[in-house]
């Protein structure tokens, strides 16, 4: 399989056009699907100054592995939320996505969802409102791979 290296520096480039892309949003809440929504939305929080940044577990795959099921857990309360920007560092399969908007359109029903990404794929079965590049091929993260010992 192959595999391409995604750099600080480009994230920090596609962050500020993500940022542009989704600012019309004006969403009150950022929520990081955990992991890979983490380094962005912290990012997308100091840059837009939202202070309302928060986090929900997904488990989908296990390395590079699709699992059969989905775990989705520790929801934030949105009660109080009017519009979340969902961030995550890719849509792949739109498989965990689907899932996660399923679940919190059913708990938070007034509230409206969009979904800002850094990459997707065509053939996911949800496309981000809102997304930077196109996925040919596998993306090897910086936040997974300079940390390696």
Known sequence: M???YYSYEEFVQDTRELIKLSKEFNADVLLGAARGGLTLSHFMGEALNIRKVYSLNS??????TK?????????????????VLILDDIVDSGETMVEILKLLKEQFPHVEFKLATLFYKKTALIQPDYAVKEATQWIEFFWEEDIKA
């Open 59 to 64: 488990i989908h795959y296990e390395g590079t």
């Open 2 to 4: 192959q595999k391409y």
């Open 67 to 83: 699992l059969d099921t989905f775990n989705i857990f520790n929801i934030p309360d949105l009660s109080k939320a009017s519009k």
